[in-house]
């Protein structure tokens, strides 16, 4: 399943293709808007529903469908081929006949394993922060939106996203099942009445250090390159690339992190802080943007340091993903000054296109490693 802005004019500006594609973009946000208010108990995230400004949602989701609805026409009437035009249309036809941005909520009453809000919340966000980032500070400005391959990593971040309660699950669980015993709750009670601010810190530098190693190891071990060589197949690095991503890869790696913040026992809300700090930070050290902290990139992760770990040569470097003098106190750093990878992705390209065959492909057959 892939896809790209080709430089033909079937995709040019004012072909009413890009219209088409935010017009299905836009009806299906607000769609899916719609029918989390209606079915909150199968469609949402319980521990997020209560933090949810029910009328800033309801103002996003009536925007959503008015822009969906109206690219669709603008689609309809420049392009030949009418289905993302009225695909668009139908989307967001369909949410305004549910009640729009108006509907009632529905009843609340147990739990749901498919995060539909989770999914349309990060998107609608992300995309707005750095789909304009990319065109402001581009690292290649020549680089499309729509480029080769972004239905794939479009539905790893849907899958990821829309499979959050069972992913979160099987992150806790290892520790709490395997690592009770090394818990101390004089230890834990010590970490955990810190300041918050200093949890966090501290936080950002165990959990780092963790997946380091984690992160090395899935390029050393062969089954777990396997796994991993999901995530390096990207040929194009962009704020979505970063979401293609193997759920098994996911969960071993988040589990595996999770262990010395479970058996620490940092409070809650400084756990919390990291969340969102980490999630941000993955989706902009993969993002197409040109940016420059001088001495500072030492010490925190960048696109140009990140970028140096999907190259295409040299390969197995820069596994940090917050710190980067820990590549450095390892020796495994790369990061040759003022410049950037030529290539990116595997040589021999042995990854196929599309999510389902690279769901599929690392547990059929073995294929060649990337050193």
């Not at 749901?112 to 966000?125: E, S």
């Not at 960048?302 to 820069?318: C, E, G, I, L």
């Not at 596994?319 to 450095?328: C, E, K, N, S």
Request: hydrophobic share 50%; net charge positive.
């Amino acid at each position: 399943m892939t896809g790209g802005l080709g430089r033909g004019k079937g995709h040019a500006f004012g072909s009413g293709w890009i219209s088409g594609v935010l017009s299905v973009t836009c009806g299906a946000l607000g769609y899916g808007g719609v029918l989390c208010l209606l079915f909150p108990s199968w469609l949402t995230t319980p521990s997020a529903r209560a933090l949810y400004p029910l009328d800033l949602v309801r103002f996003l989701i009536y925007v959503m469908l008015v822009v969906g609805f109206g690219m669709g026409a603008l689609s309809v009437v420049l392009r030949r081929r009418k289905v993302l035009g009225f695909t668009g249309m139908a989307l967001a036809t369909a949410g305004t006949l549910l009640g729009g941005s108006t509907a009632e909520v529905g009843t609340l009453g147990g739990t749901t394993a498919v995060g539909l809000d989770w999914f349309l919340l990060n998107l609608f966000i992300l995309a707005l922060v750095f789909v304009p980032l990319e065109r402001v500070i581009p690292r290649l400005p020549q680089q499309a939106i729509f480029r080769q391959g972004w239905t794939t990593d479009l539905m790893h971040f849907a899958m990821s996203h829309l499979l959050v309660q069972v992913t979160v699950v099987l992150t806790m669980l290892p520790a709490a099942f395997f690592f009770r015993w090394a818990t101390r709750p004089w230890l834990q009670d010590a970490v955990a009445s810190q300041a918050l601010p200093l949890q966090f810190v501290e936080i950002v530098l165990v959990a780092d250090f963790t997946q380091y190693w984690v992160h090395r190891a899935f390029h050393r071990v062969p089954w777990l390159w396997r796994l991993h060589a999901v995530h390096h197949s990207s040929e194009t690095l962009d704020w979505l690339a970063g979401s293609r991503l193997h759920l098994i890869d996911i969960v071993i790696t988040r589990g595996l992190s999770f262990v010395p913040l479970y058996v620490l026992g940092f409070a809650p809300p400084a756990v919390y802080a990291y969340l969102v700090f980490v999630s941000f930070l993955a989706v902009f050290i993969h993002a197409n943007v040109r940016f420059h902290l001088g001495a500072l990139e030492w010490v925190v992760a960048t696109p140009r340091f990140h970028h140096w770990h999907h190259t295409a040569s040299p390969v197995d470097r820069n596994f940090a993903v917050h710190l980067p003098w820990i590549d450095w106190l390892f020796g495994t750093a790369y990061f040759p000054p003022g410049r950037w990878p030529d290539a990116y992705g595997i040589a021999g390209r042995p990854v196929p296109d599309g999510y389902w065959r690279q769901l599929i492909w690392p547990l059929r057959r073995q294929p060649a490693r990337a050193s």
